[in-house]
């Protein structure tokens, strides 16, 4: 098979992921598809007449950017605050640059967690520089050498397959869709968008990696549809030693694993599609039934072949002179409701699937009013978090190993977090005074008032125990030190 077979669930996902993508898009992304979203009222006649009358029905009718504006709401709540980064030194340039192309490890989050509510799945794909042999820190600080954190959504994993070793799921291929972009010879101002295949895999030496490009011709009696553009290499960690599995992380909506995830805006995404061939038909109706139509009867033909050669004219001061027994008038139907209010009802319906555009809370709520208010999609969503931190996680203990950095993690402690709490919170003040007595009688621990202070941002979330301690001791006055500091 060649290098570019893709999986059977890929197959079968790839048209529910371009449906996603196109409603997220918004409306020219769904009219610029045509008949894949709006069929054509008779599509069996295709005249040209016909196609007109079809652009037309189309260029009326109205897509409402709900589910992109659900997924631009969430995406801004998660990350309204930057997610929590503790890592090594070593690694403080993802803050800036994490896939070497300028992105930083926060905006991979969020694109990661925009696929997971559009589509149910990304990737990350840890990677670092080819290099001869061992390399000294010098070689390393020079050649700017560090390990990358790169995104790949879900259209581009188009293959993979998995093994069980001693009770185990080990991924022992993937492969990779990716399009570069490469500047003409003769030509600087000229750039041509290129495919590849990038193949990676385990072997019995280790993991390794291929790169594939269709075969534009260059290559002599080779009658292959694509060619090995890159030799097979066999990346290491630190000290040359050999990976035993592959480096990329795969992403879920429900569990960060290959098998089908769940879709979360995809019943919202059906809905707005239905909403918009309402909205069709119902503006087709309006545009028709809007117009005012004149009529005459009672008129003979002469007196109608007389009117015709002055040219009839319509309004004010304009007189046409009719017969006895001749009327004239006005007919206008009414336009047809039943779209109309099929659209009212839909969007009703998208407003209990949590996508309604809501103005801005005014009102401040306590937590436990926005937790028992919340919905599912909430729920949801930070499930897609939880399950994002974890990847996340996964993918920089992959970069502490190209280092060749220990990485020593309590247990409470994370080296990425994002925030998984969706709800327009405040801090309680009650809770807040009953806290502060605890742990000043020994009832509970300092842990307890720093957690719920980093939860409200009521202090730096990258400060760890030890460091609020220290900023405790010396600026708070006694009694607050007494209440949350070392006695």
């Known amino acids: ?18 449906r996603m993508t196109d409603v997220c898009n918004g409306e020219d992304a769904i009219k610029k598809a045509g008949e894949r979203y709006l069929p054509m009222p ?4 295709r005249t040209p007449e016909a196609m007109a009358r079809y652009e037309n029905y189309k260029d009326r009718s109205v897509f409402v950017e709900v589910t992109k504006d659900t997924l631009d709401k969430y995406t801004g709540q998660a990350f309204k605050d930057d997610p929590v980064l503790n ?24 694109k990661a967690f925009e696929a997971q509510l559009e589509r149910g799945r990304f990737g990350f794909f840890v990677d670092y520089p080819a290099t001869d042999g061992e390399v000294s820190q010098a070689d390393v600080e020079a050649k700017a050498l560090r390990p990358t954190i790169n995104y790949y959504s879900p259209e581009s994993i188009i293959n993979w397959r998995t093994t069980v070793v001693g009770g185990q799921t080990v991924t022992t291929l993937i492969v990779l869709h990716e399009t570069v972009y490469e500047t003409d010879a003769d030509d600087i101002f000229t750039t041509e968008a290129i495919e590849q295949w990038r193949y990676l895999g385990l072997d019995k030496t280790g993991y390794f990696v291929e790169v594939w490009r269709k075969n534009d011709g260059t290559i002599a009696d080779n009658k292959e549809d694509f060619v090995l553009h890159q030799n097979r290499i066999y990346p290491t960690r630190s000290k040359s030693e050999k990976w035993d599995r592959i480096p990329f992380v795969i992403g879920g909506s429900d569990a960060n694993d290959w098998c089908e995830q769940n879709i979360p805006l995809e019943s919202l995404a059906k809905m707005n599609l239905a909403h918009y061939r309402n909205s069709a038909d119902y503006e087709q109706s309006a545009f028709i039934c809007g117009q005012v139509q004149p009529w005459m009867s009672g008129v003979s033909d002469h007196r109608m072949k007389s009117l015709q050669e002055q040219k009839i004219r319509i309004g004010s001061g304009a007189m046409i002179m009719l017969e006895e027994n001749g009327k004239f008038g006005f007919a206008q139907a009414e336009p047809n409701g039943l779209a109309g209010e099929a659209m009212d009802k839909k969007y009703l319906i998208m407003q209990a699937l949590g996508a309604k555009l809501s103005e801005a809370q005014t009102v401040q709520k306590t937590a436990t009013q926005s937790n028992h208010e919340s919905g599912v999609q909430n729920s949801t969503a930070s499930m897609c978090i939880a399950n994002l931190n974890e990847a996340m996680q996964d993918a920089l203990l992959m970069a502490y190993e190209y280092m060749g950095i220990d990485a020593v993690i309590a247990d409470g402690e994370y080296l990425f977090k994002a925030k998984q709490d969706f709800t327009m919170a405040a801090p309680d003040a009650a809770i807040m005074t009953n806290i502060a007595t605890w742990v000043q009688g020994g009832l509970a621990p300092k842990l307890m008032a720093y957690n719920y202070q980093r939860k409200y941002n009521l202090i730096d979330p990258e400060l760890k125990d030890d460091e609020i301690d220290d900023l405790i001791d010396s600026e708070l006055p006694s009694p607050v030190a007494k209440a949350f500091g070392d006695e």
Not at 42 to 45: A, E, P
């Open 1 to 18: 098979m060649p290098i570019n077979t893709t999986h059977p669930q890929y197959d079968e996902l790839a048209p529910r992921w371009r």
């Open 42 to 45: 008779n599509k069996d006649i």
């Open 87 to 110: 890592v090594d030194p070593q690694l403080d340039y993802m803050k800036r640059d994490a896939n070497g192309a300028g992105l930083s490890i926060y905006q991979i989050a969020q």
